[in-house]
């Protein structure tokens, strides 16, 4: 999974900038309350990210486990659909998204495709193994390892940010019980 | 951070002040800074009415601030504060001050950014410059405007 590794690590520190940059000093989203769906969808990410933040350079993942990687992979690209379903309406006021995040976009739509392939021709024959989950750190440095396990936290924290924000915005526009 | 900016107008302070009250006349104002777009307005400065607008960061990240008008004393002053937008805090108070026939403009803001943008150090070397250079296009411009026989082009 040393490929693997890698490219989630790109990921995540390019998926940071999107949250610090775009979502949160360019938009403001949390405070936005066209916002509110949009949060919920990257809510997910906190779970999802986070997982694969600390499984794909430090497990094994065989028989079933691989699979569940794989479910973690298609459940990551809902996500993405959704957010960009979702992302018109929710950035229309602002004048839709800017450059930069629509660029950014691109480039971790083409990572998380790297992510899986790699995920495939590396550690393919993982699916036909018997089910086991064992703790096999990837032939990455240690360092990046320990990277990974504090951006898992950053993007549970983050994750969990947007839920409260995007509940928060709900209950302000709710309207008033008669 | 507090930033004090002046422009002398040779101009009424009511006329001044008029031109002021319009918020589309903020596209004017900025006309030379390629970092501005106007998003939304209620057409006045009445407390508790609200303006958006957009301004950028080296030209590559925009921000989309709201704020409120909180002040509302013509033809003397009147003032914003933000709702929406990264900073701590960020008021602007507008005052118009009548001196020999001319008016003395004085724009006074107090701008704070929380720490996990980077607070006072951001503020000195990331907003300050973008705040000094936005105010002193927007000085020129108002000149221009007084001098052009106040006519706005929009």
Do not use: C
């Not at chain 1, 940059?21 to 779970?47: A, F, K, M, N, Q």
């Not at chain 1, 021709?121 to 036909?128: C, D, K, L, N, S």
Request: glycine share 8%.
């Amino acid at each position: 999974m040393e490929v693997a590794t890698y490219i989630l690590f790109i990921l995540g520190v390019l998926g940071g900038i999107d949250i610090l940059l775009y979502h949160s000093v360019s938009h403001g989203i949390r405070s936005h309350e066209d916002s509110r769906l949009e949060l919920i969808t990257h809510s997910l990410r906190g779970p999802t990210y986070g997982a694969l933040f600390l499984l794909v350079p430090n497990f094994a993942m065989q028989g079933l486990f691989f699979w569940l990687l794989i479910g973690i992979y298609v459940f990551d690209v809902a996500i993405s659909l959704g957010d960009f379903i979702l992302e018109r309406a929710s950035r229309e006021f602002f004048g839709g998204l800017p450059t930069g995040e629509y660029v950014l976009h691109i480039i971790l739509a083409m990572l998380f495709g790297g992510l899986v392939t790699s995920t495939f021709y590396g550690v393919g024959h993982w699916a036909t193994l018997p089910t086991r989950l064992a703790y096999e750190p990837a032939a990455v440095p240690d360092l990046l390892r320990a990277l990974l396990a504090f951006m898992a936290v950053f993007v549970l924290w983050s994750g969990a940010m947007d839920l409260l924000a995007a509940i928060r915005l709900s209950k302000k526009t709710a309207p008033p019980l008669p | 951070m507090r930033f004090q900016f002046e422009q002398t107008v040779p101009l009424p302070r009511s006329v001044v002040f008029a031109f002021h009250e319009n918020p589309e006349h903020l596209i004017a104002l900025h006309r030379g800074w390629a970092a501005f777009r106007l998003i939304e307005h209620q057409g006045n400065l009445f407390p508790g009415s609200r303006i958006w607008f957009e301004t950028d960061i080296g030209r590559f990240l925009p921000v989309a601030l709201g704020f409120e008008f909180t002040v509302y004393e013509p033809p003397q002053r009147y003032s914003e504060q933000l709702i929406h937008g990264p900073f701590r805090s960020f008021t602007h108070l507008h005052e118009f001050n009548e001196f020999n026939g001319s008016t003395v403009v004085r724009d006074v803001l107090e701008i704070e950014l929380p720490w996990y943008y980077g607070g006072e150090l951001a503020m000195r070397v990331i907003v300050a410059p973008i705040i000094q250079q936005a105010f002193k296009l927007r000085g020129e411009a108002l000149l221009k405007w007084a001098q052009n026989g106040n006519d706005v082009p929009m």
